[in-house]
């Protein structure tokens, strides 16, 4: 199958997107052999940070000698993306490949058929037994207790976060979220929390209780403090991170503990000087993504996202920034609007319409952009300009400016 074949054939599952239980996708992974049981894998969960924090920890690894699988959601331009071996794409024709065996096994399934997610959580599966990877960093999707992710029994726990979103799904509250997120942790496996609040981190505390694991957590057992970080046995002075804004050093910290537990559980060490390099030079698009001179892409889709980007926004005292906003019209895009308004009043708005996005946001008194995006950039003298409120429509953006 070529790519548009293919991408038409996952497209078509996008309705079944969210399945409450895990049988539909045991049933495939039973005819499938059970891939999932055939290679090493670390879990990272939470609501923002997921991404950064497994492209950091990725590098790390990587550079350490590992052959790293990355699992991730969504993609930004091509959905290859959600699928990567050593920090590469997967290639289209073992994508066409896997998924022919997939139709062929779903032909048989009681149960079926698959899910958007399902399907690709099948293929990376597949991928990284087939090429007998040393470890997996699988992303969880959604929330964490049911998420298709979450067949796995894998020996390190990541936890980035904790905000409101998808709440439909997982719950009204904060305790609720991290209840579901919490729904990660195993029998045999370490958990690292990253910066969470004490009531959250009590949720986690009394899951792993149950079974007596090692947990790590943010500010007490490992923390990053301006260009250093610091955990028991070990100081690394004067680091580098390539990713902008403050919030990326606590996902860094998080994933430079996650890379030596690892190793520990490895019975293995790391080159130090290694990781100093890996972290110079980790890159994670569409997070604060410099496009041009004084424009940047950012995926923030929900408040705690836009909470990080107003923290960057403010430390380099802009006060009259200007937002070139698309939602989807299921995100909580009015709360949004509202935080970015109370925090940056000053700024200037700008609703952008995009395939599958908000197309009128006069009721949230947005001025809809009239003008390609790209003719506006032009166009216009002032700085900085951020492009946010979806990875879906910055994505688009990325992918070719939405059309003029």
Known sequence: MNLEAL???????IGLNFHKGQERLLEALELLDHPERQFASIQIAGTNGKGSTQAILGQLLLDQGYKVGAFTSPHLEDMRERVRLNGHVLPLERLSQLALRLQEVEAQMQLGPLSYFELWTCVAFLYFAEEAVDVALLEVGIGGRHDATNVVESELALITSIGLDHQELLGSSLTAIACEKAGIVNAEQELL??????????????EVARFGNPIFRFGQDFVWQDQTFWTSGLTLEELKLSLPGAYQR????????????????RGQDLDLAQMRRSLERVQWPGRLELLASGVYLDGAHNVPALERLVEFIKAQAWDTPIFLLGFLPRKNYQEMVAYLRQHLPHASYYLVPFDGGLEDGSFLGLDRLEKGIATFIREEERRPIFITGSLHFVGQVRKGWISE
Do not use: Q, T
């Open 7 to 13: 991408e038409s054939w996952f497209d078509s599952r």
């Open 193 to 206: 929390l990253g910066p969470l609040s004490a009531d959250l981190l009590l949720v986690f505390e009394e």
């Open 250 to 265: 606590e996902n860094a910290a998080l994933a430079l503990m996650a890379a030596l537990r690892w190793a520990r559980i």
